[in-house]
């Protein structure tokens, strides 16, 4: 599936179509600083592709920057079918490509049930608004009888069922999942990856960037992993073995201890 090269056979824009990604040669530079560097890599639609790295290897500026919230100094990115270089995030996300940043994405000095209604104020009808919402809450029964409490004062974990509501909600082709389970108790990275699960039996493309390595191959359907801005070695998770994993990711590759 993730391949790194582009075949003769069919063009970026068609390998991109049902929700698929695909990126060629992306250049991010924060000044003098490179930080990403000829990045090309595929997600075909439905999937998921877990997006591995040691800390600063430029995981988290790929997916900001193909969701439109840093801008890219060349390269192209094409998602379902179109070519979205350049698109602003409020564009990418109209579109269907929904980016969950690290902290979690929510308006926190905000109820539940309003960071929801904000989530689904593109829809047209009250009716459709209401059963989005719905939708949500039927797929995090956690978040139900908290609608009326300040997001901000639930747990990390809570608050991640939260982003991935109002994400869900707006029906998404595409996910770019970035360190979510980052900071959260084992139980809540479980509901994290439970969401993600659901998220995935929708049919919805998952592009997981995840710290925790072995988790995220557990889960993906292939894998990208990116050293120093550049991606160093790709191919489907489960040929992601203990070899390629010390080479690339030292330390941060090998399982927690108990394991």
């Not at 995981?59 to 698109?87: E, H």
Request: charged share 20%.
């Amino acid at each position: 599936m993730t391949e790194i090269t582009v075949t003769a056979a069919t063009g970026p824009k068609d390998r991109s179509r049902n929700g698929g990604l695909v990126t060629e040669d992306l250049d991010v530079r924060y000044g003098r600083s490179v930080a990403l560097f000829g990045v090309t890599l595929e997600a075909l639609g439905g999937s998921v592709t877990a997006v591995l790295g040691a800390n600063g290897a430029g995981k988290s500026t790929f997916g900001r920057s193909v969701s439109g919230l840093v801008p890219a100094r060349s390269g192209k990115v094409y998602f379902d079918g179109q070519d979205i270089t350049g698109w602003p995030a409020h564009r990418t996300r109209q579109a269907g490509l929904a980016y969950i940043p690290e902290g979690h994405g929510i308006f926190p000095g905000l109820s539940v049930i309003d960071n929801m209604r904000i989530a689904v104020r593109h829809l047209r009808s009250k009716r459709e608004r209401r059963a989005a919402i719905d939708e949500a809450f039927s797929l995090f029964p956690a978040l139900g009888p908290r609608q009326s409490q300040r997001a901000g004062s639930m747990s990390g974990g809570e608050q991640q069922m939260l982003a991935m509501g109002r994400v869900l909600s707006a029906g998404p082709r595409l996910i770019i999942a970035d360190e979510m389970s980052l900071g959260l108790a084992p139980l809540m990275v479980n509901a994290v990856f439970d969401g993600l699960e659901k998220a995935r039996k929708a049919g919805i493309t998952i592009v997981l960037i995840e710290q925790f390595v072995h988790r995220a191959l557990a889960f993906a359907d292939d894998c990208a992993i990116l050293c120093r801005g550049q991606v160093s070695w790709s191919g489907p998770a489960a040929a992601a073995g203990p070899e390629i994993l010390d080479r690339y990711l030292g330390d941060e590759g090998r399982p927690p201890a108990g394991d």
